[in-house]
């Protein structure tokens, strides 16, 4: 690409790998993908310490704007931040418009399912879940039988883990329905993006993420108990040694609501309510970053410490809205998510548009015996863990690990499910002092509210390590800004803010 | 405001005030000890002395030097009231309540942390001046920040309480020491001695122009109505103990003159006394004797200031009342 750039630079795509994956920026001749035409460019024109130095400077601003974790045990400063990769993926609007309405559509089917699950359970009796997924799960929780939320909605903020494959297929790899983080990263990433490129945003029409705040705001508005014209929302955070915090504060800080820790919080006459400098005072929404377990001593965990006593009870009264809604937890279940493309057919009569990875339930004998005889292709997961746990990667594990696995899938089938190794795509990375394929994920942010909004783009996490498909943060995963080029259906008629 | 972030960001403030005055104490006493003869070590003793850790001091040191003193007060990591650990628990603070104050607070607070955590790895220079001087800037930084991107409500007021709360007392310990090295006999009083000692005090809160602006020669008796009953000067009690008053009652939104809690009665009593103190009485009474007592009384209004805004118990509260607006 652009030879007539010959200065000795090691910053370019020449000679940049791409076989044997999906690049997201550059295709297998080499040329840049749709909408990614520009972006290689300037950054080929970019002499490599500019290139670089930016790369410092976006650092070093995440280190001042203190957007870091903590690493336990050092109270000497010694902090570290969510690695950011300067370069960003590239989203042309064709496809992201596709994945929007696949989004879209998914969030609705699971909505149904999880209120259905709640009252008649239609779909258990209709046997396309079979009942024994619905009795053995864990994060089913029978406090909400029989709750009416708002407007019927439960999953109000959802992240959803895409990936794609070598043949450029995307899969839904799991839907995060509790309590997903990374979207202040998203609105960080590209405030430091638009730092560091101004001229580039100019040129690029990239759909705006910034909007995301007052989204949230409105849509935790909307869920306020009938009657109520100006609602008091705040956001519950376990506290500050949680390791999202960071995201909690930033959050309640650009939304201008209160950050509060369950001991800022008391049910009064039967309400919930802050402590405040001036006595109690109501509160009619939260939006609730402390998983359901700890959400309240009295109806789930007794033991947990960072919840409001009586808080479920205000909920099932309607004297408070929760988002999310407690109980969302079912519909990520691992095996659940087997089902996902059924409930769309079910509860829609629509098609997925976007596939699901094709999953093995080994509930299933005809399927268990298949994953039994290929594990060493496979990867087998355990639908009560999250976080990498109680996961076999069959290509990259032992052979006594995968007999173990064996034994652990024949005891006791229904918690687990295997889907084929997938080659994650990849993407042009800063390495040292030259680009190098890494390979990401993206997770979209969706609100459901009044009506469905999808945050342009999301968080694009990309594992720094040379051939490592983890993109989590604590295993050496960083994050990039996602460029959604092009104008939105409704954008295009009526020009937004940048 | 919810109370918990009432209380950060008092204390938030408090800090960031402590960490200047220690960088004040610190730096004006190594200027002093320039003029002294080598080893006198007296004054580094009395820092220790008005730390009110000289427990933990010899346990860990042994006898004050100028070394370890200022290793104690400005880097050790472990004591709670060195200059790191007081702009840490600034931090950390700030940290907690980063989503009520604004964005140009906590970063140039966060900076200031930084700031000092690289200069505690590489340990203080050969003249420590620059450091301290760029402590107390960046406490200066953060007050000005504080008072133009922060709006004035409630929780500007908490903040500027705990500030001058923190100030007035840290003057008066400034002057109680620094009094008690210069001034051995009181016989002394009101004769002219060591002009260059006393500006120095004076220098030490930045008073050292606004005084000759107001009394031209310097005795300790003038220095000391200056430094405790100055209603202009920023850093003399007076002033701080009446701008506590004004933010008080405008937090609880009660008339002057009257208390609906027990911090306003403290402080309104604390006010008085001083506005109907001369300097004259407060050397008869005995300048160390009063600053005593004052510094007793200026923790027992932060204590009033926790029960009547901060440590509210459900079941403990009479007749909490639902307010709706914020």
Known sequence: MNQSQTNATQLNFRGYDTKGFFDELIDEHDKPRLGAELLLRKFEELPDEEILQRQQMAERSLFQMGITFNVYGDNQGVEKIFPFDLVPRIIASEEWNRLERGLKQRIRALNLFIDDIYHDQKIIKDKVVPEVMLKSAKSFREQCIGINP???????ITGTDLVRDKDGTIYVLEDNLRCPSGVSYVLQNRFIMKRSFPWLFDASNVRPVLDYPGRLFQLLE?????????????????????????????????MGVELVEGRDLVIHDGYVCMRTTKGFQRVDVLYRRIDDDFIDPKAFREDSMLGVPGLMEAYRNGRIALANAPGTGIADDKVIYAYVEKLIKYY???????????????????????????????????????????MLIGPHASEDERRKFADLIQENPRNYIAQPTLSLSRIPTIVEDKFEGRHVDLRPYI???????VLPGGLTRVALKKGSLVVNSSQGGGSKDTWVIGSSPQQSQSQQQS | ?????????????????????????????HNMSLDLPRGSEQQWGALVYASGDQEYFEKHYGKPTRENVTQFLTFDPEYSGSILSCVQAARENARSVRESISSEMWEQLNQFYLTVCDAARAGLPESPNDFYLHVKNSSHLFVGITVTTFSQGEAWHFSRLGRVLERADKTSRILDVKYFTLLPSVADVGTPIDDLQWSAVLRSVSGFEMFRRRHHGITPKRVVGFLVLDRQFPRAIMHCVDTAFRSLHSISGSPQGTFWNIAEKQLGQLRSELAYSTVDEIIAIGLHEFLDSLQTKLNDIGGGIHQSFIAMNPDGQAKPSITTEA
């Open chain 2, 1 to 29: 405001m919810l109370s918990r972030v009432a209380d950060s960001i008092y204390w938030m403030s408090r800090y960031v005030e402590r960490a200047e005055n220690l960088a004040r104490f610190v730096d004006v006493t």
């Open chain 1, 150 to 156: 708002p407007a019927g909605i439960w999953c109000h």
């Open chain 1, 222 to 254: 909307y869920l306020a108990p009938e009657g109520i014209e100006s609602p008091t929302v705040a956001v519950l955070t376990p506290g500050v040694f949680n390791s999202a915090y960071y995201e909690h504060s930033f959050l309640a800080q650009q």
């Open chain 1, 447 to 453: 609100l459901y509210g009044e009506d469905i909004f």
């Open chain 1, 348 to 390: 829609l009569n629509e098609d997925a548009i976007i596939p699901n990875v094709p999953t093995y339930v080994c509930y299933d004998d005809k399927e268990r015996e298949y994953v039994l005889a290929n594990l060493d292709k496979l990867v087998v997961k355990a639908a009560n863990e999250a976080g990498g746990y109680g």
